[in-house]
C-alpha cells in the first residue's frame, strides 16, 4: 500500500507553502478573506521541470480592485522568503506566479514512496480481478518494472526494501545553489513529471471519475516506455556508472509503486508482476 502524504506529493507540499504566504500577505493588506482550505496552486505540464502556477493574485485584484501585479510580488517574496532553498519563485506578466520545484524536493518525494512501501515488498500475483485490454498497457508496464526490479536484485545492484537509500543526487555538485538530479534526459524527466502528477492526484482527488485513473495509468505507461527505451540501466553503465545506474533503478521501483497502487486501489484491477 502506497502511504500518501505531504512527503510523497509534491503539489501538497507546494499548496501549503502557498497558503503561509498568503495568509502572511492578507495579513499584511488587511481586511482580505482567502479561504484556509482551497486549493492555489496545479501543475503545469511543461516538459523537463516540475512547475506549479497560481493566478491567486489576478483573482484577489479583480475582486477587492488592487494591483494584480503588486500583489503577485509580495505574496511571491513571502514565499521565498521561508522556501529559498527547496523552490525557485517568479511573477509572470500579467501577475501568474510560477514556482518550480528543485530537484532536491522531488527527489525526497520519491525517496520517501520508497520508504512508504509495505513492510514486506515482493513482486507476487495479486488475487484482485483481471485488467480489461484497454489497460493492458498500464500491467505491461507494471510488470515490465517488476521484472528490472527482480533482475536488479539478482545481480546484487539492489535490495527493494524500505531502507533502500537512492542517490538521486550528483554528489558534490551544486548548481545555482541546488543539488540535481542524476535524471536529467528529456526521457527520465518526463517520466518525473508524470509520476508528481499521479502522487498529487492520489492526494487531492479522492471521488473522481475512474476513466482519470485510466488516462492516468496509461500517460505513465507511455512515459515509461520511452524512458525504458532510452535509459540503459545494464551492461556500461551497470559497470561504470553504477549510481546512474541505481538513480534509473529507483525510478523504475517508483514507477512499480505507483502503477501497482493505481492498478489496485483506484482501478481495482491486478497489478501482476508478470504477463
Known sequence: MLLVSKYTAVKQLVNGHFQVSLSIYATYAKNLYIPKEENFVYQSREKGKVL????????LAKAYQLDASAI??????????NCDASFRVEVVKPAWIHIQ???????????????????ATSFLPSSISPSSDSLFSVQYAHARCCSLLKLGQREGLIQVNQQLQIPWLVDNEVVDGESKFRLTDLA????????????????????????????????????????????????????GLTELALARLGLVLVTQVVLQFLLEDKLGISALPEL
Open 52 to 59: 506549479y502556477l497560481s493566478g491567486i493574485a489576478l483573482k
Open 101 to 119: 520545484v528543485r530537484d532536491s524536493v522531488v527527489a525526497g518525494c520519491f525517496q520517501s514512496v520508497i520508504e512508504g512501501m509495505g513492510e
Open 188 to 239: 527520465s524527466r518526463r517520466l518525473i513529471g508524470e509520476l508528481v502528477t499521479a502522487l498529487d492526484d492520489f492526494a487531492y482527488l479522492d471521488n473522481i471519475d475512474m476513466r482519470h485513473w485510466q488516462k492516468t495509468g496509461i500517460s505513465i505507461s507511455k512515459a515509461f516506455e520511452d524512458f525504458w527505451r532510452s535509459c540503459h540501466i545494464w551492461g556500461e553503465v551497470k559497470m
Open 72 to 81: 503577485a510580488s509580495h505574496i511571491a517574496s513571502h514565499f521565498l522568503r
